[in-house]
């Protein structure tokens, strides 16, 4: 597989990351070298081989049913540009 | 165990200008979990809260937080699985759902699209007219809700309230095999009685805590048989996905107006386009969200913040051991121990709480008798002042009474409904009222006959034409009843009647 610059421009999109289009080549190659690893490590042969998701045998950590956390209104909106009435306010955004 | 049969439904035909049409539906239900705090993190799930209240700095996405799983959730939703018939999977994990939008502030939606904690199920749906469908379940998972916008508050603003931001939610995702607007609705009524047997939703749909995704599709007459023995798609339409609807009766027009629109394209010689749209109940219309097309190439990938979910076979037989008598079987029983009608089953098995009261109330008495009473006179009753079933003044005990001074002919039927609404209104133990406000049923035929042969006397013109036309007894029943405030044994008086007219 190969990373045209279409491709490379509909990612950054996805990602809202501003590329301008002089810089997209460069990245579109950069995407394909990192491709060209990856396709390498798929040459390995895992037949019959259990996925791997962590060095150590973790269990994923769990946790009751319990209020613990919240009511921190005023630091939840102290980062935001704009907010009102303990709303976020953002630029409209309508269907 | 009697097991209920019931004959298969026929599937909706929309007729079109050139030939007839059929619908092919399949839904997206999404459901929130009864938890007290949320799926990944400790802030609060409660409804209608100051905005941004119910926010940890894990929902708010602040750098460096992370996500810790709320066993409770994981619990409540293998609990809904069983309930549902449904393979449980050991091993699950999850996925980040990546899209932009004010009120993600991830900027992915942590979901289980790969490893579904739930697997294949299944939910049979009465249609009322002994008819039923059995609709198979592909698949329930996890994930989290995403906050709250509100358009309308300002000309140029959009506000974001992060409450609802990380609530587990239950995606319970149905095959296409329901047929019809009517099967749609009758299946998400369903799947909310099941669920508040368990406990896991409350199906609040007003609140938002159930919602459905519906796709909708047209086909010839016959194409549908040949996707079902083959389970392959292309005997099937193009299908488009109408989002986010709340309310049973939206979800049937939404259903019926887009298989109109679908035909009327296809019928021109179009092609449909496979979209997502939106219902709109002012103008009766489906509409394309053209803004969630691009959206769309989600770039899911495990989440790395999460071990993959591992349970173990014990934890699951436990919650199944816990579970509750659920519908089909509570109305099969209820049908076979109490000779109800399949109806009166249902109506009686349609809530937990109303099931345990009627329960309750037939348990050792005439289980018919206690049904009539419980669905006409106590229900009725509740609805008139708006109440519910677990605030009725009337506890099953004192309905149980009543029921036992008319199956005892203390009481007529009659003198029943006005002391139901006295022990309704001013509470008491229903014989001593009778006793204490002389309500018991004359059976005396000494009283009676005494106040038939005084009306005989008053009324001689009367008797000699019920003499002549038997019909005209009717007269001389009503006349004793009221001369006995209705205390009368019914069945003496006409007895009676009779009899002293044949003199």
């Given amino acids: 597989m190969s990373i045209d610059q279409n491709t490379a421009a509909k ?58 956390d919240g009511n921190q209104q005023d630091k939840v909106l102290s980062n935001a540009p704009d907010a009102r009435e303990g709303f976020f306010a953002v630029p409209k955004v309508v269907e | ?21 059929e619908l092919v539906i399949g839904l997206e239900v999404h459901a929130q979990v009864s938890s007290n705090a949320k799926l990944f993190s400790g802030a609060s799930t409660a409804f209608g809260a100051e905005p941004n209240s119910n926010v940890s700095f894990v929902d708010a996405a602040m750098p460096g937080m992370l996500p810790v799983i709320n066993e409770y959730c994981v619990e409540q939703a293998v609990r809904t699985g069983l309930g549902l018939k449904a393979d449980i999977n050991l091993v699950s994990a999850f996925d980040r759902k990546n899209y932009f ?29 002994g008819t039923a469908r059995q609709v198979r379940i592909e698949r329930i998972h996890l994930e989290q809700d995403a906050g709250k916008s509100i358009h309308d508050m300002d000309p140029h603003m959009s506000f974001v309230d992060l409450n609802r931001t990380g609530v587990a939610l239950m995606e319970i995702v149905s095959r296409p095999d329901i047929r019809g607007p009517e099967e749609a609705a009758a299946y998400v009524t369903k799947l909310r009685q099941i669920l508040r047997y368990l406990g896991t939703c409350d199906g609040n749909m007003q609140n938002g805590n159930m919602r459905a995704d519906v796709n909708v599709s047209i086909c010839l007459p016959g194409a549908y048989e040949k996707y079902q023995e083959t389970q392959d ?143 006409n006179e106590l229900f009725g009753r509740l ?14 005990a004192q309905l149980g009474g009543i029921i ?68 005209l007894a009717g007269w001389f029943v009503g006349q004793v009843m009221k001369a006995t405030g209705g205390k009368a044994n019914p069945k003496a008086v006409n007895q009676l009647v009779a009899q002293k007219l044949a003199q």
């Avoid at chain 1, 040459?43 to 209020?67: A, F, H, I």
């Avoid at chain 2, 509409?287 to 769309?296: G, N």
């Avoid at chain 2, 199944?320 to 008598?325: F, G, H, N, T, Y």
């Fill in chain 1, 11 to 68: 990612v950054a999109k996805l990602a809202r990351i501003k590329v301008e289009d002089d810089a997209l080549p460069a990245l579109a190659s950069e995407f394909n070298t990192i491709l060209g690893f990856i396709e390498q490590l798929n040459e390995v042969d895992v037949e019959g081989v259990e996925p791997m998701v962590s060095v150590t045998p973790l269990r994923l950590k769990r946790r009751q049913d319990v209020v613990t």
């Fill in chain 2, 1 to 21: 165990m009697l097991d209920l049969t019931y004959d298969m439904p026929k599937p909706k035909i929309i007729a079109g200008a050139k030939h007839d049409w």
């Fill in chain 2, 101 to 129: 939008y004010p009120d993600l502030p991830q900027g992915y939606q942590i979901s289980q699209l790969y490893h579904p904690i739930v697997g294949e199920g299944e939910v049979l749906v009465e249609l009322g007219d």
């Fill in chain 2, 233 to 375: 798609f292309s005997h099937l339409g193009t299908r488009c996905e109408i989002k986010n609807m709340n309310s049973m009766r939206f979800i049937q027009a939404a259903i019926e107006i887009e298989a109109r629109r679908q035909i009327a394209i296809v019928e021109a010689g179009g092609k449909v386009d496979q979209e997502t749209r939106l219902y709109d109940p002012d103008k009766n219309e489906t509409r394309s969200m053209r803004s969630k097309e691009e959206a769309h190439d989600y770039r899911y990938f495990p989440d790395p913040d999460l071990m993959p979910l591992e349970i173990e076979q014990g934890w699951v037989d436990d919650i199944q051991a816990s579970l509750p008598e659920l519908p089909d079987e509570k109305k099969s029983r209820f049908i076979n121990d109490f000779s109800l009608s399949d109806y009166d089953a249902s109506v009686l098995t349609a809530e937990a709480e109303s099931a345990e009261y009627f329960e309750s109330v037939a348990e050792g008495r005439d289980g018919k008798l206690a049904a009539n009473w419980v669905i």
């Fill in chain 2, 383 to 396: 609805k008139k002042d708006d109440l519910d079933i677990t605030d009725s003044p009337v506890s099953p």
């Fill in chain 2, 404 to 471: 036992e001074l008319i199956s005892a002919e203390t009481i007529s039927g009659k003198i029943a409904k006005d002391l139901f609404e006295i022990v309704f209104n001013e509470g008491g133990d229903p014989a001593v009222i009778v006793e204490e406000r002389g309500m018991k049923q004359v059976t005396d035929t000494g009283a009676i006959e005494a106040a038939l042969d005084q009306i005989i006397a008053d009324n001689p013109a009367q008797v000699e034409k019920a003499k002549v036309n038997p019909k």
